[in-house]
């Protein structure tokens, strides 16, 4: 029972070291430039899906909500709208992605959550973007429309890509470290071999993106 209690501890401990985290990183992204003047790039979605992956769906909804919760009372300009898209991208991209990694804990198992994840995210935001933005822009629905595929498809395609080749690299370091100062066990860790074809492919898809994102925010 307290071996129960001490993990539980350990888990909700680890859970607010990565919310503080993914607040920093949101505040990092801010430095990113946007595409078409309201989109950002995020990588606090990075974080949310690495806690998703040690502890599971639940987990990466509860840090994407609390975090979410906190940019919009510090940082953020856009209100409860914010609030409700910033939850709904980072849930359908790491629920999604941690789901299917629980389901297959393997370097294969979170390369398809990650994949799965990104889709699932363009998807979503694709129809809450159509949904939400012309209230948030205050322009007609036409407006919007026009931009779903020449804008917010490839943004969120690229957003995703950026975030998930940074889980990629990420995940090994943050897991070892969690380790070492006990708050993780090695069966809530998974198994997850380091291959260095996955940091190179990884890598090469990180430049890939980001040289994308640059495009899209016409920087290149």
Partial sequence: MKQDRNSRVKTVAVIGM??????VAKLISTVFPTVAGFLSFDLKDVII???GFLYGPLAAATISLVVSLVEMVTVS???????????????SFACIASAIYQKARSIRGAIAGLVFGTLGMTAVMLLWNWLITPLYMKVDRAVVVGMLIPVFLPF????????????????????????????????DAGRRETK?????VSCVLLVTFGLLALVLAGKL
């Fill in 18 to 23: 990565l919310c503080a985290i993914a607040f």
């Fill in 49 to 51: 899906v690495i806690g």
């Fill in 77 to 91: 300009t856009t209100g409860p709208i914010g609030l409700v898209m910033n939850v709904l991208a980072s849930c």
């Fill in 156 to 187: 969120n395609l690229v957003k995703g890509g950026i975030n998930a080749a940074l889980a990629m690299l990420l995940y090994k370091p943050v897991v070892t470290a969690l380790r070492k100062a006990h708050f993780v066990a090695e069966s």
């Fill in 196 to 200: 260095w074809s996955v940091i190179l």
